[in-house]
């Protein structure tokens, strides 16, 4: 009997999700979605990170657990670790912190339209969140890092 944690087909889903959301919404055109960690040659002004990582902050973090006596499947709850991030190219910190709102409002509302991501899980939803600001020669910049709470079964 093989086992499998739905972690891969979430991450899947949500950076599948984040996409065709901000692609749909009118305004967001110029906002990358990246799924993971990712190397690019040039930065975007405007970008979003599925499975974000850092020094502090792992890609994903939970648990998993049996549900009552079941042998087979068990219960997995975790968070996607994710961050919305905006350069503004100027000092105008104010503009940075409601476009990284922008974003991240346009990906909420896609979560509570598309709460179980297409039957990859149970329930998915917004989490917890931090805001960090910053000013560097480049401009204000403004990052939302925000969880996304995910409860699933695992698949057989």
């Avoid at 749909?24 to 405007?46: I, Q």
């Avoid at 100027?90 to 896609?110: E, K, P």
């Amino acid at each position: 009997m093989a086992w499998f944690s739905t972690v891969p087909v979430v991450l899947d889903a949500l950076a599948a999700e984040f996409k065709s959301a901000l692609s749909t919404a009118g305004g967001f055109d110029g906002v990358v979605v990246f799924d993971g960690p990712t190397v690019t040659e040039g930065a975007p002004t405007e970008a979003v990170t599925v499975g974000y990582h850092d020094d502090e902050v792992t890609s994903v973090d939970g648990e998993d657990t049996r549900e009552g006596l079941s042998t087979q499947r068990s219960r997995e709850r975790y968070t996607v670790n994710c961050a919305a991030a905006v350069l503004t190219g100027s000092g105008d910190i104010r503009a940075a912190r409601a476009r990284a709102y922008d974003i991240l409002n346009v990906l909420g509302s896609a979560l509570a339209v598309n709460p179980t991501l297409g039957q990859s899980a149970m329930s998915v939803q917004p989490g917890s969140m931090t805001l960090t600001q910053t000013q560097d020669t480049d401009g204000a910049v403004a990052v939302v890092m925000f969880g996304v709470d995910v409860d699933a079964f695992t698949r057989l």
